[in-house]
């Protein structure tokens, strides 16, 4: 469901440095089995979660904030947001 939906929402958009590493975490995660997809079920949950991805790959926030953040609107991801942090965050 989480990447679904990231697909469906990115691949509407204009192609940007933030588009293609959203693309790029997406992979990832889709191949990662050990990955907990965070629930994005609502278009305000998508909505807040793609606001806090950018805000963090656009250096806005630190990863610990995204983390904290994530975790308090999600419980029990927290390893999923950190994950998604680093991938990110990553070069």
């Known amino acids: 469901m989480f990447a679904a939906g990231l697909m469906t929402a990115t691949s509407s958009m204009a192609a940007s440095a933030f ?12 191949a990662d089995p050990a990955y907990k997809a965070i629930p994005l079920e609502s278009s305000s949950d998508r ?4 606001q806090q991805s950018e805000a963090l790959f656009k250096k806005r926030i630190t990863k610990e904030q995204y983390v904290a953040e994530g975790a308090k609107q999600f419980p029990g991801y927290e ?13």
């Open 19 to 30: 588009d293609n590493k959203m693309q790029s975490v997406i992979v990832h995660v889709k």
């Open 47 to 50: 909505s807040w979660f793609f």
């Open 79 to 91: 390893a999923s947001f950190t994950e998604l942090a680093d991938l990110l965050t990553a070069s």
